[in-house]
């Protein structure tokens, strides 16, 4: 059965599916109520400056933009985009990367304004939870407007959050799903409990009230209104990107209910807000937040608790979606490898302590330098407009590559880039109120993916490779001279510089001339990244021989890459077949071992002044250079920690005769799927005793 098949046959809709989806998926749409008209009405004036229609236009601008923007564009259209069962922007990239090189452009930018929208949500979210406490008169009469301890409780909280993030999240992270719908379900009906006082703001279901509000003298921000109301719809990416965690029919069947219970809450608040609005005493309340002020003085403390519950769910599904974003960016080469641990047994859990680090330091510093939720706010849609502006950019690519008639797929784009475009000119107005930060945390991350990416293929442009064939004699010539000493049984060389039968130079010159190596098998192995999540293959050609193995290992972008595991099966599957000479080893803990022991050689390229570089060219490899030696080390990111690991340095560009070799017709290349993962769990057990 194929993986294709695999996925498809697992997407059933599921109760207990929706119940996960809820806990995962939903997180950040949800604690949307907490600060969505908050916003919008300080960006009127405040409370005295609001008038019926005005909130009845805006209630309207939130139903209308979760309707197209969510329910439309990431529910019916979006999650039908799904590479094997996986979403998000990199999946997406993936898909239609070869339409274009281009397309490379907008799946960084993407990928960098997603991850900065990771950082600021525990922020935004979080702090706007605590804030809630103003309005429980214990906690007002004590601490009265001072922002110093909101700002104490949320650190405390984000610190705690990141700490437990080592530790794993899987027995917490069962409680999410229940939570979360207790928390849709308390939002419905706090909403509803204030909706039945006004039901005439029902006619916010009416696009016209909207348009209306757009071009009101009562609505005082004019078109930058949007900036606001697109609060309402930040965690639409998050239903797309977290598609396989969950499954997409499973969302499709959860959706409806969540949609509900969103609007009735702004229905409630809406409500609420017509009820009070001519008050003094609300009127002269410092950071007015409708949410938390429409609840029954009986319900304050379990709903500020219930909302700071549900931040925190909703900033761990943002921190573990970062994770699993930048794991996906480093296996398609558009980030430096970093130290990946994964802390439990889950699919999928994994935990990275340099983004976990840097994630902790800036929330705290978002925190710090903004100080209130009103303020960060401006900073929160920014990001998150321009990863949708170029999901949609990708998307049209995918509509086209799946022949969906051309006027539709341009239709589409049309209309949803035009509505997003106009929401980022509307958050962009923030800019200099707080959008900047954003907008930093962005532009430091897409630097990193175009030093990565550049650098590469500057690499890829000043390497030389030669046939494989025109070695073979003095391989086999090597491997058979007792007069030198054995260097290793198998030899292994790692590298990304191996195309069918042709090699990086500087892999034999490290063999034949830096310093003799013999061993009795030479293994050249090149990791291949698939668009698939989860490939687990490789392609075999020993070249007519019996020591010399070429080998691509193709893995899934989703896969880990620990080569000393796959690389032992390989092994097996070549005597067992007769192609590889079995290896006895005379001294050994393991009686009747076969199997030989490994050296892995790693050759890192160093910048040599003599190489003919710009200098621009020279800057970004030094950048890149700089950058790889903070990132995790090429043995412990293909899982060799334990193993005999030699790392020799050459020079960017071994100087020398470049010849021009036709390289000979490949021979067919077999190829082998491995087992599941139930027989991959058997297979490390039994590797281990190797």
């Known amino acids: 059965m194929s993986l294709e098949k695999k996925d498809r046959r697992l997407d059933k809709f599921k109760l207990g599916g929706a119940l996960v989806a809820m806990g995962v998926v939903y997180g950040d749409i949800g604690t949307s109520p907490l600060y969505v008209m908050k916003a919008i009405i300080e960006g009127n004036g405040g409370l005295a400056q609001v008038s019926e229609n005005f909130i009845v236009g805006a209630v309207s601008l939130i139903v209308w933009t979760l309707t197209l923007l969510t329910t439309v564009k990431y529910v019916l259209i979006a999650l039908r985009a799904d590479n094997h069962g996986e979403g998000g922007i990199f999946s997406l990239y993936t898909l239609v990367r070869k339409y274009s090189r281009y397309l490379i452009i907008p799946a960084m930018i993407g ?33 009265g407007n001072n922002q110093n301890i909101i700002i104490g409780i949320t650190i405390t909280i984000i610190i705690v959050l990141f700490m437990i993030q080592r530790f794993g999240t899987e027995k917490v992270g069962k409680a999410f799903g229940p939570a979360m719908l207790g928390w849709f379900t308390f ?201 949708m502006l170029m999901t949609t950019v990708l998307l049209l690519f995918y509509l086209l590559q799946r022949r969906v008639p051309r006027i539709i797929a341009y239709s589409i784009f049309l209309f949803f880039g035009t509505i997003e475009t106009i929401f980022f000119i509307s958050s962009a107005t923030k800019f200099f109120h707080g959008g900047f930060v954003a907008v930093l945390i962005a532009l430091a991350i897409l630097a990193i993916m175009f030093i990565w990416e550049k650098g590469s293929i500057i690499q890829e442009r000043l390497s030389e490779r030669v046939s494989l064939y025109d070695y073979t004699d003095q391989l086999s010539a090597l491997s058979h001279d007792e007069s030198i000493p054995l260097y290793q049984t198998n030899a292994v ?163 020398g005769h470049k010849m021009h070799l036709k390289c000979d017709q490949l021979n067919q290349i077999q190829v082998h799927d491995f087992l599941s993962d139930s027989d991959d769990d058997e297979d490390q057990g039994e590797l281990t005793e190797v």
């Not at 994630?359 to 209130?372: A, D, S």
């Not at 021989?545 to 000393?564: E, K, M, P, S, Y």
């Open 187 to 387: 939002l419905g009906a706090i909403g509803f409990y204030n909706f039945m006082d006004n039901p005439g703001v029902l006619r916010a279901l009416n696009p016209y009230y909207a348009i209306q509000l757009l071009f009101s003298p009562e609505n005082k921000a004019g078109l930058f209104i949007l900036g606001s109301v697109f609060l309402a719809t930040t965690g639409a990416e998050a239903l797309y990107s977290d598609m396989g965690h969950v499954g997409r029919k499973n969302i499709l069947g959860s959706w409806p209910y969540i949609k509900i219970c969103l609007i009735l809450n702004y229905f409630g608040q809406a409500a609420w807000i017509l009820s009070v609005k001519d008050d003094a005493y609300y009127q002269s309340v410092e950071m007015l937040n409708p949410f938390f002020r429409m609840m029954p003085p009986s319900l304050s403390v379990f709903g500020v608790v219930f909302a700071t519950i549900a931040a925190v769910i909703a900033s761990q599904a943002l921190i573990s979606g970062s994770y699993t974003l930048v794991s996906e960016a480093v296996k398609l080469r558009l980030l430096p490898r970093f130290r990946i641990i994964y802390p439990t047994d889950h699919k999928g859990q994994l935990y990275i302590p340099a983004v976990n680090s840097m994630l902790l330091v800036t929330c705290i510093m978002v925190v710090l330098g903004f100080r209130t939720s009103a303020k960060m706010e401006a900073a929160y849609g920014l990001a998150i407009t321009v990863t």
């Open 111 to 143: 990928g960098a304004a997603l991850l900065a929208d990771g950082i600021l949500t525990p922020a935004v979210t979080i702090t706007t939870a605590i804030e809630g406490l103003r309005g429980i008169p214990a906690f007002y009469d004590v601490f």
């Open 493 to 655: 060389f790692l590298t990304d510089n191996l195309k069918g039968h042709k090699i990086g130079r500087e892999i034999m010159y490290s063999i034949l001339d830096k310093k003799p190596k013999r061993a009795k098998v030479y293994w050249f192995v090149n990791v291949v990244v698939t668009d698939e999540p989860y490939t687990k293959e490789y392609h075999v050609d020993m070249m007519d021989t019996d020591h010399i193995v070429n080998v691509q290992l193709r893995l899934g972008f989703r896969v880990n890459q620990d080569v000393n595991l796959y690389l032992r099966r390989i092994v097996y599957d070549l005597m067992e077949e007769g192609k590889l000479a079995k290896q006895p080893q005379k001294y050994t803990i393991y009686p009747g071992r076969e199997v030989g022991d490994f050296c892995f050689v790693l050759i890192r390229s160093e910048l040599s002044r003599k190489s003919d570089l710009s200098g621009f060219d020279r800057m970004i490899m030094q950048a890149k250079l700089a950058i790889k030696s903070v990132a995790t080390s090429p043995a412990r990111w293909f899982g060799l920690q334990f193993s005999d690991v030699v790392t020799e340095k050459v020079p960017m560009s071994i100087a």
